[in-house]
């Protein structure tokens, strides 16, 4: 994945907080109320949408059997480079099967770009 999140909860809660420059229990607040009204809206909760929990043993059928490659922008003002650590801690695969590279100089989805060679070579390898 490329600068996944490992829950949306607390990305939605940095993301409104950095936006609205609102005080965090501000924007713990707001993501609460939209807890509460997206299972009404469209059938499920934030706090379900977790991909760190869903490579954890028993968070999917397949959880420690598909190899994983995260590629996280240390620069990333979306979604911080701790979301892609989560993700690779929480991982049931076997570390030989699991790797976290962080690129230098890139923002969010955005190391494709810096270096399309380098980030092709991690893909195909």
Do not use: W
């Amino acid at each position: 994945t490329d600068c996944a999140f490992a829950g949306l909860s607390e990305v939605l809660e940095s993301r409104i907080g950095s936006t609205l420059r609102l005080p965090p229990l501000a924007s713990a607040a707001v993501v609460r109320v939209a807890e509460v009204l997206n299972p009404l809206l469209h059938g499920y909760r934030l706090s379900e949408v977790r991909p760190a929990a869903a490579v954890a043993t028993g968070g999917s059928d397949r959880a420690g059997e598909v190899p994983l490659l995260l590629i996280h922008a240390e620069d990333d003002d979306v979604v911080t480079v701790s979301q892609g650590h989560a993700i690779h801690r929480a991982a049931a695969v076997p570390d030989q099967k699991k790797e976290l590279v962080v690129m230098q100089h890139c923002h969010h989805v955005g190391c494709f770009f810096q270096d399309r060679a380098a980030y092709t070579r991690l893909l195909v390898n």
